[in-house]
């Protein structure tokens, strides 16, 4: 069975600055994605940034980047220029063999300060 | 209009009660998901469907049933509610035909809280 683990329960940040949320999983699959998932005070989850397993190039999509390390099984997320809207909850996920099933992880609190 | 809805976005109810938490869906998917949404859990499975003749079991399915009304509509009932079904619950979709990334849409969850 899959599992995703993401060890930081809350973080925050400075406006501004550079905030890195990590993630690890756990599987025997050679082939899957992983996704990060941003979770507003609006409840609505939204697709932050996603990655193909076979692909090395790490992801990038305007301020937020992964750094994929598939030895490692570790799959962070770096936001850039952190901004009061970026302030959410954070799942990171993985599904393999684009099976659809998602599995989450617990989540990342985000505050970003002013 | 969001392409995913879910109704009732919260609702209170009494332990013994029967609940039942509606989805529509306008992306024309076929894949359509239950997940429950519970603090330092993540969100996990509960029921998916991958076209109106076929449902699944997930991770968390006892207590729970669904029901695939229409390629549309995927509904999830709680028969008798009790305290710890308490969660957000969402409804999510996902395209079945390539390129196939297996990314999720959701609706904007159901707040369900069991006295």
């Known amino acids: 069975a899959q599992t995703v683990t993401q060890s930081q329960p809350e973080m925050s940040v400075q406006e501004a600055e550079t905030v890195t949320l990590s993630c690890t999983y756990d599987t025997s699959e050679s082939n899957y994605y992983l996704f990060w998932y941003k979770q507003p005070p609006s409840r609505q989850m939204i697709l932050v940034i996603r990655?193909?397993?076979?692909?090395?190039q790490n992801a990038t999509e305007n301020r937020f980047s992964v750094n994929f390390q598939k030895a490692a099984k570790s799959f962070s997320l770096k936001i850039s220029d952190s901004q009061l809207g970026d302030t959410a909850m954070y799942f990171c996920a993985f599904t393999h063999n684009a099976g659809n099933m998602l599995t989450f992880g617990g989540g990342t609190r985000l505050m970003v300060k002013p | 209009d969001a392409d995913v809805t879910q109704t009732p976005r919260n609702r209170i109810t009494k332990t013994g009660k029967r609940i039942m938490l509606e989805c529509s869906q306008t992306k024309g998917h076929d894949r359509m998901y239950w997940y429950r949404q519970d603090p330092g859990l993540g969100l996990r499975l509960i029921y998916y469907s991958f076209d109106v003749k076929d449902i699944n079991k997930g991770e968390i399915s006892d207590g729970y049933s669904v029901s695939r009304q229409a390629q549309a509509k995927f509904s999830l009932s709680l028969e008798s509610a009790i305290p710890n079904q308490t969660a957000l619950y969402f409804c999510?979709?996902?395209?079945?035909?390539?390129?196939?990334?297996?990314?999720?849409?959701f609706g904007e969850g159901s707040r369900l809280t069991v006295l």
């Open positions: 990655q193909e397993a076979y692909k090395q």
């Open positions: 999510a979709t996902s395209e079945v035909e390539l390129p196939n990334t297996g990314e999720l849409f």
